[in-house]
Structures are given as C-alpha cells and as structure tokens.
C-alpha cells in the first residue's frame, strides 16, 4: 500500500563494489512519496551501502539513482542541496560533541537553508518536543542517553524539511531497553506520511511501519511485499530461511 503514486527515489540497475567483492548487483528499486520502506536481510547483504548510495555517502559503479527527478550530483553544492533533501539518521548518532542537542538540530537550517536563527531556534524547539526531548534542548549529547541522542538525530534530519528521510540500522547501537523510545519516534514519523526507507533488524517495527518490505541477500533484493505477505507467505528460500532463524528465538 503506496499512501502516493508519485515515485520520489528511483534506483536503476545500481552496482557497486567493493574491491572484488560485488555488494550491490543491478539493483531496481521505487520508492513513491509517502511510502515507508524497510530493508532488511543478513548481514553482509549490501543494505547499509544501498541506503548510502541513495544520498551519495556510496558511489555507484554503475546504473543511476535520481531523487524527485534528479540524478544525483557527483560533488559540490548542487550535491550538499540533494543531502538536505535527504535526510540521514546514523547507527552512531553522529552528533557534534561541543554543541548543544538545540545547536545540533538547528545548524544546517541555519547555514544550508539560510533560515533565520530565531525561527531556526523556534522549529528546532519545536521537533525536539515532538521526539519527547524538549527538556533537553541545552544540554550537550554527552549528558544525554544513547536514545535521546538517537531522538536528536531524527529531530536534526527532520530540521532540514526533507523530501525522504534514511534510517542505517537507527537502533543497532541501543540497549534494549532505549531501542522502543527509539522505534516509537519513526512509527509516529511514519504515520505522520513522512517517506522512509529504513535498514533494521528489528522485524516488530517492519511489521507495524512499513507499507512494503525489502529482502536482500548476496548484494540483490531477493523479494519485496507487504509485511503481511513477507513474514506470513515469503516466496524465496533465503526469505524462508533468514526467518526461521530470526523468529525462532
């Protein structure tokens, strides 16, 4: 279920490697306005790199990738506009240890968009209640817990007023107990329309966010459905497999 038809991110027949190893093989993928799509499979199976490709953090070998119509820009400012259009949440936070969690999540309105300080101050204010961390706008990321932190990176990419928004494994860092405060700020942004696509190991969050999962192995997206479809009927050996293991414990 597509909540648009419009396409927003469009992969075709994408390859990239590593050396001699071949991590991402002619990869054609949709991914429409509104739509939340979650990625997953085992280790090694190249959906990290495809998630990084999608903003340029990867280059590609070969095929294209455009964003809203664009092919992706090789280098420069028309490439830092694509990457505010494109907004990136980190299995490692990736905060600014010596800014505030607000100076965090207003400096690239701020100097990207050009918004004015206050207003920028005002939003950032804003998202960070939003996430549930309003209270901690003037501490620094050290004095926070690794999901508030999380919390803050989701509000800084959600500053930028971006077209899609990409999650690289968002709570692989977490313990267990942050990992729900975590996943129930990107089921609310799912909810809210906002276009995702979200490489995780967590299958409960696949299966209440997603409108369409992604199954990769060996470089290649072996099968793609709904989640009902995926986890109740999957159709590939290597879904059937990778499920079997994971669901067992």
């Known amino acids: 279920m597509t909540r648009a038809s419009e396409?927003?991110?469009v992969l075709s027949q994408v390859n990239k490697h590593f050396g001699a190893l071949h991590v991402l093989r002619d990869i054609d993928l949709t991914i429409h306005h509104g739509e939340v799509v979650v990625v997953i499979g085992p280790s090694g199976s190249g959906?990290?790199?495809?998630c990084r490709a999608i903003n340029r953090l990867e280059s590609i070998d070969s095929g294209t990738i455009t964003v809203g119509g664009v092919p992706l820009p090789e280098e420069g400012k028309a490439l830092a506009r694509l990457r505010s259009d494109v907004g990136m949440v980190f299995q490692s936070f990736n905060l600014f240890a010596h800014m505030t969690v607000l100076q965090n999540v207003t400096l690239g309105p701020i100097k990207v968009r050009g918004?004015?300080?206050?207003?920028?101050?005002?939003?950032?204010?804003e998202l960070l209640d939003r996430v549930g961390i309003g209270n901690q706008a003037d501490k620094l990321p050290a004095q926070l817990s690794g999901g508030q932190q999380q919390r803050v990176a989701i509000a800084r990419?959600?500053?930028?007023?971006?077209?899609?928004i990409l999650f690289d494994e968002p709570t692989?860092?977490?313990?267990?107990?942050?990992?729900?405060?975590?996943?129930?700020?990107m089921i609310?942004?799912?909810?809210?329309?906002?276009?995702?696509?979200?490489?995780?190991?967590?299958?409960?969050?696949?299966?209440?966010?997603?409108?369409?999962?992604?199954?990769?192995?060996?470089?290649q997206i072996v099968?793609?459905?709904?989640p009902e479809n995926?986890?109740?009927?999957?159709?590939?050996a290597r879904a059937k497999d990778f499920l079997s293991k994971i669901l067992a414990h």
């Open 223 to 226: 099968e793609q459905n709904t």
């Open 7 to 9: 396409p927003l991110v």
């Open 47 to 50: 959906k990290s790199t495809l």
């Open 230 to 236: 995926f986890f109740g009927k999957p159709e590939s």
């Open 172 to 185: 692989s860092a977490l313990d267990p107990e942050m990992i729900t405060e975590v996943l129930e700020v």
């Open 157 to 164: 990419a959600l500053a930028m007023d971006p077209k899609v």
């Open 115 to 125: 918004i004015d300080k206050s207003k920028a101050n005002a939003r950032g204010r």
């Open 188 to 219: 609310e942004l799912a909810k809210s329309g906002m276009t995702m696509v979200v490489v995780t190991h967590e299958m409960g969050f696949a299966r209440r966010a997603a409108d369409r999962v992604i199954f990769m192995a060996d470089g």
